[in-house]
């Protein structure tokens, strides 16, 4: 497999080699063995370009029908949703992934599938909190919070679909003022990474972190630094008695101009299979968007919770207006 910028262009078309291009937004060293599995079954070299946030779609709509990109994969919803509205994708029809994954975590033209599953959630400090003191996203904003809560910056995709799933059930007006009252009860301004929250959850910076629930599996399998921050703070679902726990997926979908379109299909049914559903649970300590595939062990420890049901289109359609939202709120 050819990894970074190097390695596209002409290989191709210099040997009879089947190949698909990959453009990914994710960051998780597993995704590599799960592509060399991928290779292993099915003979197709896959060439991944990993790139940020927008800077993908940026360089697609750059490239427009010159792109060698097959397939793009983002660590978002929002993104796929943007993707599709950019023109940059092309709808597809699979049985298998129809099959494989719940209508409510693909996009229903068949322009992108959802490919794991993330729940953002709350972490507490098991000394100064008791999880009876927690209940919903909204009551984060309590005074009782203050300077006692923290997260990374709002120009985060994952805090921006928390925030558009507050504008998707609430109204925009309501989903500020609750932005405002959480920059409210910040610890710090914001930085760092989701890790970085949890670390500073158990360095005793603040009390409640909003957090990814694979970032706590991987700190609980991490390095002996990690496993402490994991063993001083817990999972908490928020909303369990109202909307659900909001959850986000990764996912991808094939690019409007793929050269290897078969070749795109077949990766990303590949990707919906037990095995690599099951290859993204115990490597990233994602949930399968595939129904009947285990978790990871540490993952099963956290129970079983509540989901927002939300579509995700409608977080896609609403989500453009998140980060103004969160500037007029103060969230940096
Ligand atoms: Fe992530």
Do not use: C
């Amino acid at each position: 497999m050819v990894l970074g910028l190097i390695g596209f262009g002409g290989l191709g078309a210099l040997s009879a080699e089947e190949e698909v291009n990959v453009y990914s937004h994710r960051h998780y060293e597993s995704d590599e063995a799960l592509f060399e599995e991928f290779t292993k079954e099915t003979g197709i070299k896959v060439n991944v370009v990993k790139g940020g946030d927008d800077g993908l779609l940026e360089r697609l709509k750059q490239e427009g029908d010159k792109s060698p990109a097959d397939v793009l994969i983002t660590a978002d919803a929002m993104r796929l949703t943007r993707a599709k509205e950019m023109g940059l994708l092309q709808p597809i029809e699979s049985e298998v992934l129809e099959e494989a994954i719940p209508a409510k975590f693909r996009d229903p033209e068949g322009e992108w599938y959802g490919l794991t599953k993330r729940a953002r959630v709350i972490v507490y400090s098991k000394d100064r909190v008791k999880p009876e003191e927690l209940s919903t996203y909204e009551e984060l904003t309590d005074p009782k919070w203050k300077g006692r809560i923290l997260t990374r910056s709002s120009s985060n995709a994952y805090n921006q679909s928390l925030i558009a799933s507050q504008i998707a059930h609430h109204g925009e007006e309501k989903a500020e003022a609750w932005a405002k009252g959480l920059v409210e009860n910040f610890a710090r301004p914001p930085q760092g990474s989701d890790r970085d929250q949890v670390r500073a959850v158990a360095a005793g910076e603040g009390d409640l972190a909003i957090v990814n629930t694979y970032y706590m599996g991987i700190l609980a399998n991490g390095s002996d630094e990690d496993r402490a921050v994991a063993e001083k703070t817990a999972v908490f679902f928020p909303n369990q008695e109202s909307t659900g726990t909001h959850v986000n997926i990764s996912g991808g979908g094939v690019t409007r101009h793929a050269p290897h379109k078969e070749n795109a299909v077949k990766l990303l049914e590949f990707l919906a299979s037990d095995k690599a559903q099951k290859g993204f649970a115990e490597g990233t300590y994602e949930y399968p968007v595939k129904p009947g595939v285990d978790v990871a062990e540490t993952v099963a420890a956290w129970g079983e919770f509540k989901e927002d049901d939300l579509p995700l289109e409608k977080i896609g359609e609403v989500g453009g207006n998140a980060l103004q939202t969160a500037d007029r709120a103060g969230w940096k």
